[in-house]
């Protein structure tokens, strides 16, 4: 253990014992801790999917926790309203606190992936996905997007969030690449502590966790973004030192600032599975870093550490996992665990202290003491969820992430101009906002699903309305009549998560050659273009580059697609009104195969370095001919093997 600590070098509990809240907060733990049967304890230690399990279930077997997974929602309906979101929040809550006459039961924690606002609601604010924020640069916009975050999770009754993540992203054909907010640990950890402030509050100051303030949740411990080729739930094969200085940085600024929890990952290092990995989650996590909050698993993880189920989830258990987060069958886990504590497989104070974890946690969060989820400050306030201040925000962070690559002379737009938006990005919000909205993996929404949002099109036709200019929407490009004076082209990738945004290599048009084909068409007729590319990745787009006038990464902008024509067109007195402040927080690649490529490499020659990004003070600013020479061409984008197999247990 002193061993770890020295290589670790060790660090406090964020916050301090002696503190007069954390002796009360031990008080209640104690006190609860000594009226559960090993039952009651074993409950507390599992947290169902609200489709799997009801309020009742969760007061008969005194679950621990709740969570909606993504793309789920009360009794399935993916636009419930805010009342059905708390109504189903009361319910849980009354039925874990039901305990005989004295209501004295544990109360029940719900936690979502408010990932990019709180994006599995109907009508909520999205926000750039963390990409885009990480191409911002700017910790004081993450502690208020965090904030905006919390009041709508808050207001829907729920009392945790899955955020932020905190990967270190060093292969862009991971699908998770845009949930990172960079290849860089500096940018990670600056904005680690913002993030986790922002939603959770000041560590020991007395708003801490007070209202309108939720969970947050590290993850996923640690160095995910470190796998073999980008393979979402790969294996890491880095050194500890690497792990320590690239990948830990974010999670100890987060510990820091009091994070009360903690994901497991679903990759493994050096062969053995972050879950089963006590050395880890017990010795480092627990141990040197000083966290003593809770550990979660991720969505069955557990069950990853071995073939037999009982006996992987009490090896998960043993090795520090506090609260198994399941995808389906709880009622099968519960007993699995219930049996190997009886066993003493899992010995008693391990499932003490694990239970004591999640008591803390929820004392901390001060459930003991709060009414039900819909009297509470800030709950149940309407115009919470989507509030104009949010969206308003939500704009303001898609103008800065904005990153522009090349400009040859055509933007800034005069707003008497006559502009053609093309491209199946233009009007489709369910693009802009990528996976982890409304559904897990972002698709099959469309603009209807967005009552509150803005496509990138609906942003251009606000901005030229009433000063003399049109925009007209042709996604396939097509025109009669005169031409436009420049044509706006708005492609990308399709919404995607996890282990099914992983790719093979980085060449964009070997999916989608459409866009490109549209670029040169209107090349040939003169008009002038403009690329708006959505990605969740740096991606290999020379022939696109080539072919358009100017080229803005805009990532996934999430609902306010209004903040792009706000950046690309002049303001009334003719001067550029918000000028480009984005800057790669990911290196850009030269080719197809350029990946991994992080600043710092020895040999690090990517097309656009690390921190690029031009302004409108740069002025002209055009890329030579590049080259178009497809690296990738006949590998297949995806690996059917890997999204077909078993690494994604549904
Ligand atoms: C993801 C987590 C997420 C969880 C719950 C998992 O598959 O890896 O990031 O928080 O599901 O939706
Ligand atoms: C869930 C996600 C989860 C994923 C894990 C999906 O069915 O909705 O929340 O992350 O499974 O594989």
């Known amino acids: 253990m002193r061993e770890i600590a020295s290589r670790w070098q060790a660090d406090a509990s964020a916050l301090d014992p002696a ?151 060093r292969d862009d054909r991971w699908g998770r690449t845009y949930e990172g907010y960079s290849e860089h640990p500096e940018l990670v950890v600056e904005y680690a502590q913002r993030v986790v402030t922002g939603l959770q509050g000041v560590a020991g100051d007395p708003g801490f966790l007070g209202p309108g303030r939720v969970l947050a949740t590290a993850k996923h411990f640690l160095g995910e973004g470190h796998t073999t080729d980008g393979h979402d739930q790969g294996d890491v094969a880095c050194s500890e030192e690497t792990l320590r200085d690239l990948h830990a940085g974010g999670h100890r600024a987060a510990i820091a600032a009091g994070v009360q929890t903690v994901m497991a990952g679903f990759h493994s290092w050096h062969g053995t599975k972050v879950h089963g990995h006590e050395y880890l989650l017990t010795g480092v996590l627990k141990g040197a870093l000083g966290f003593d909050g809770l550990v979660v698993s991720d969505w069955d993880g557990y069950l990853q550490v071995a073939e037999d189920r009982r006996e992987a989830c009490a090896m998960s258990v043993n090795a520090g996992v506090d609260l198994l987060m399941v995808g389906v069958d709880w009622r099968q886990t519960y007993d699995d665990l219930l049996q190997q504590a009886v066993a003493g497989v899992v010995p008693m104070s391990r499932i003490d202290d694990a239970v004591r974890r999640i008591l803390r946690v929820k004392a901390r969060a001060g459930l003991f003491s709060s009414p039900r989820p819909s009297q509470r400050l800030c709950a149940g306030d309407r115009t919470a969820v989507g509030h104009p201040a949010h969206r308003e925000l939500a704009r303001r962070a898609v103008r800065e992430s904005l990153v522009l690559l090349k400009n040859g002379g055509v933007l800034p737009l005069r707003r008497d101009a006559n502009v053609l938006l093309a491209g199946d990005g233009a009007d489709n919000i369910g693009k802009q906002c990528g996976g982890w909205t409304l559904t897990w993996q972002g698709t099959g929404n469309d603009n209807d699903d967005f009552p509150n949002g803005m496509s990138i099109f ?193």
């Open 19 to 169: 503190l007069p809240s954390e002796r009360k907060v031990a008080r209640i733990v104690e006190r609860h801790l000594r009226s559960l049967s090993v039952e009651k304890k074993v409950g507390q230690m599992i947290q169902a999917e609200i489709a799997n399990a009801t309020p009742m279930d969760a007061a008969e077997f005194a679950l621990g926790s709740v969570l909606n997974g993504g793309g789920s929602s009360p009794a399935g309906d993916k636009r419930a309203s805010v009342d059905d979101w708390l109504a189903l929040a009361d319910a849980y809550h009354d039925a874990s606190r039901r305990r005989g006459a004295s209501r004295d039961g544990v109360p029940i924690l719900w936690g979502t992936d408010a990932v990019h606002g709180h994006s599995n609601v109907y009508g909520a604010t999205v926000f750039p996905h963390n990409i885009g924020l990480g191409a911002a640069r700017d910790s004081d916009l993450m502690c208020c997007i965090a904030a905006a975050t919390a009041r709508e999770v808050v207001a829907t009754g729920i009392d945790w969030t899955f955020a932020p993540t905190l990967a270190v992203v």
């Open 458 to 650: 609906e942003g251009f036709a606000q901005a030229v309305a009433g000063k003399g200019g049109t925009a007209t929407l042709s996604p396939s490009g097509e025109f009669t009549g005169p031409a436009p004076d420049v044509a706006i082209v708005v492609f990308g990738e399709n919404p995607y998560a996890e282990g099914d945004g992983d790719r093979r290599h980085l060449s964009f048009s070997a999916h989608d050659s459409e866009p490109l084909a549209i670029l040169r068409k209107f090349k040939e007729r003169g008009v002038p273009t403009v690329s708006v590319f959505l990605a969740g990745r740096p991606m290999w787009v020379n022939p696109e580059l080539n072919a358009s006038d100017a080229f803005v990464v805009a990532w996934l902008p999430g609902t306010e697609g209004g903040g792009v024509a706000d950046v690309l067109f002049r303001g009334p007195g003719g001067e550029p009104q918000h000028d480009f402040r984005g800057r790669l927080s990911y290196s850009w690649p030269r080719h197809a195969l350029h990946t991994p490529l992080n600043v710092g490499d020895i040999d690090y020659s990517p097309l656009f370095p690390y921190g690029f990004g031009l302004s409108y003070r740069d002025g002209r600013r055009d890329t030579s001919r590049l080259d178009e020479a497809d690296a990738a061409a006949g590998i297949p984008a995806v690996d059917e093997h890997r999204v077909s197999g078993w690494t994604y247990p549904r």
